[in-house]
């Protein structure tokens, strides 16, 4: 018989060590080539090993979950600083639009009851704009 080592992890999975901790008579004959079959026999009436960490497969899927989770947060924040940027420009060009609207000549007042198609545009595009933001920030 073998002893192998045995270390329980903190995600209570319990991992024998791949080779013993000290091979057996028999285990020696067969490396030595002077036995047919080798040892086989697990024995793990050993004191068990505590790890204070997870076993390879828990740590891994901990790993996938955590990088899963950073780039969904990382694409959200991306997605937030354009829809901020889209924002802003649509202000910047409202800005704009308005800064010119207040040159137009007293004879093209009239016109200004109509609206402009642009503006509308844009002012239905800034509002659609919020209610993204305001989507993503309930998030
Ligand atoms: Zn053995
Ligand atoms: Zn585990």
Redesign the pocket.
């Known amino acids: 018989?073998?002893p192998y080592r045995r270390s329980l992890y903190s995600c209570n999975h319990a991992q024998l060590s791949s080779e013993?901790v000290k091979?057996?008579q028999?285990?020696k004959n067969y490396d030595s080539g002077a036995a047919k079959e080798p040892?086989g026999?697990v024995e793990t009436h050993r004191p068990t090993i505590r790890i204070p960490k997870q076993c390879g497969p828990c740590e891994a899927k901990k790993m996938s979950t955590d990088q899963t989770l950073a780039f969904v947060k990382k694409r959200m924040a991306s997605l937030r600083t354009c829809l901020n940027e889209r924002h802003n420009g649509c202000m910047k060009r409202l800005d704009e639009a308005g800064a010119k609207r207040e040159k137009v000549p007293e004879t093209a007042k009239t016109a200004e009851k109509i609206e402009d198609p642009a503006q509308a545009f844009l002012r239905k595009k800034m509002m659609e704009d919020d209610s993204h933001l305001m989507m993503l920030s309930s998030l």
């Open positions: 018989m073998c013993p091979p057996c028999a285990q040892c026999i």
